[in-house]
C-alpha cells in the first residue's frame, strides 16, 4: 500500500515539475515572441515610414523641376483610376498603377531644360531626348525594390497597341494591361490640356481621338472603358482633380501596398 501511494506521489511529483518547466518555458517564448512582434512592427512602420519619404522627396523633385508636370501626373492618376476599376482591377493592381502614375514623367528630369520647356516644334533630335524618358525613369525607379511593381508602367506607357510605340515597341497583349491603361489615361490628358503648339481640347473631343486609334496606338479594351465612363464621367474626375486634388488613393494609401510588394 505504501509503494503505491509513494509510486503516485513520485508520478504526480513529476507531472507537476513537467507542468512548471513547460509553463516557464511557454511564457518565456510567448515573450520572445511578443518582443519579436514588437520588433518586427516597429521595423514595418520604419520601413513604411522610409518608404513614404522617399516617394514624397520624387514628387517634391519632379514638382519643382516642372510643376506642369506634376499636375498632369495627378490628372492622369484619377483617369487611370476610373478606367481600372471600371475594368474590375484588384486593389494591388490599382495601387501599383497610381503608383507609377505619380512617377511615370520622372524620366524627364534627365531631359536638358532647353528641350524640355520648348515652345516651338521640336527637332528630331530633340524628339529622340523626349522618348528616352521612360527608360530614364525606369533606370531611377528599379534601383529601388519596393518601387520595382511601378517600374515596368514607367517604362512602357508610352507603348502603342499597334506596336509603333516606343521604347521597346510591343505590341497587342504583349504590353502589361497597367500600361495599356495608362497610355488611355495620360493621352486623355494631353489632348485636353495646352500645349506650345496648340491650346487644350474639350474631353468630348479626346474620347472621340481615342475611340479613333483603338485598335492602333489604344488596347479596345481599354477604349471600350472609356465609353463606359462617359464624357460626362471624365470631365468631372479632371475637375475635381483641378479644382480640389480628389483622388480615389492618397499617396499615404500606397504605402502598404509598396512594402507588401
Given at each position: 500500500k505504501w509503494e503505491i501511494l509513494t509510486y503516485s506521489a513520485f508520478v504526480v511529483a513529476?507531472?507537476?515539475?513537467?507542468?512548471?518547466?513547460?509553463?516557464?518555458?511557454?511564457?518565456?517564448?510567448?515573450?520572445?515572441?511578443?518582443?519579436?512582434?514588437?520588433?518586427?512592427?516597429?521595423?514595418?512602420?520604419?520601413?513604411?515610414?522610409a518608404y513614404q519619404?522617399?516617394?514624397?522627396?520624387?514628387?517634391?523633385?519632379?514638382?519643382?523641376?516642372?510643376?506642369?508636370?506634376?499636375?498632369?501626373?495627378?490628372?492622369?492618376?484619377?483617369y487611370a483610376m476610373a478606367i481600372a476599376d471600371q475594368m474590375g482591377l484588384k486593389e494591388e493592381e490599382q495601387h501599383k498603377l497610381a503608383l507609377a502614375g505619380f512617377l511615370h514623367d520622372i524620366g524627364k528630369i534627365g531631359v536638358p531644360d532647353h528641350i524640355l520647356f520648348k515652345k516651338s516644334k521640336l527637332l528630331p533630335e530633340e524628339w529622340e531626348a523626349i522618348k528616352r524618358h521612360p527608360e530614364i525613369?525606369?533606370?531611377?525607379?528599379?534601383?529601388?525594390?519596393?518601387?520595382?511593381?511601378?517600374?515596368?508602367?514607367?517604362?512602357?506607357?508610352?507603348?502603342?497597341?499597334?506596336?509603333?510605340?516606343?521604347?521597346?515597341?510591343?505590341?497587342?497583349?504583349?504590353?502589361p494591361l497597367t500600361a495599356r491603361i495608362f497610355a488611355v489615361a495620360d493621352a486623355l490628358d494631353a489632348i485636353t490640356s495646352d500645349r506650345p503648339y496648340?491650346?487644350?481640347?474639350?474631353?468630348?473631343?479626346?474620347?472621340?481621338?481615342?475611340?479613333?486609334?483603338?485598335?492602333?496606338?489604344?488596347?479596345?479594351?481599354?477604349?471600350?472603358?472609356?465609353?463606359?465612363?462617359?464624357?460626362?464621367?471624365?470631365s468631372q474626375i479632371e475637375q475635381n482633380v483641378k479644382e480640389h486634388g480628389k483622388l480615389k488613393l492618397k499617396l499615404e494609401e500606397l504605402v502598404c501596398c509598396g512594402v507588401r510588394s
Open positions: 513529476v507531472w507537476v515539475l513537467f507542468f512548471i518547466f513547460t509553463s516557464y518555458h511557454y511564457n518565456n517564448l510567448r515573450k520572445q515572441l511578443l518582443v519579436k512582434t514588437t520588433r518586427e512592427k516597429d521595423s514595418v512602420k520604419r520601413l513604411n515610414q519619404g522617399t516617394i514624397k522627396a520624387l514628387i517634391s523633385t519632379l514638382d519643382c523641376r516642372d510643376h506642369a508636370t506634376w499636375v498632369h501626373s495627378t490628372r492622369v492618376v484619377g525613369g525606369y533606370q531611377i525607379i528599379h534601383q529601388l525594390d519596393f518601387f520595382n511593381n511601378a517600374a515596368d508602367i514607367i517604362l512602357l506607357h508610352h507603348e502603342h497597341y499597334d506596336g509603333g510605340g516606343y521604347p521597346l515597341g510591343l505590341k497587342g497583349e504583349k504590353i496648340r491650346p487644350a481640347r474639350s474631353m468630348e473631343i479626346a474620347v472621340q481621338e481615342v475611340c479613333r486609334l483603338s485598335g492602333q496606338q489604344f488596347c479596345p479594351k481599354c477604349v471600350k472603358c472609356i465609353k463606359a465612363l462617359g464624357v460626362d464621367h471624365l
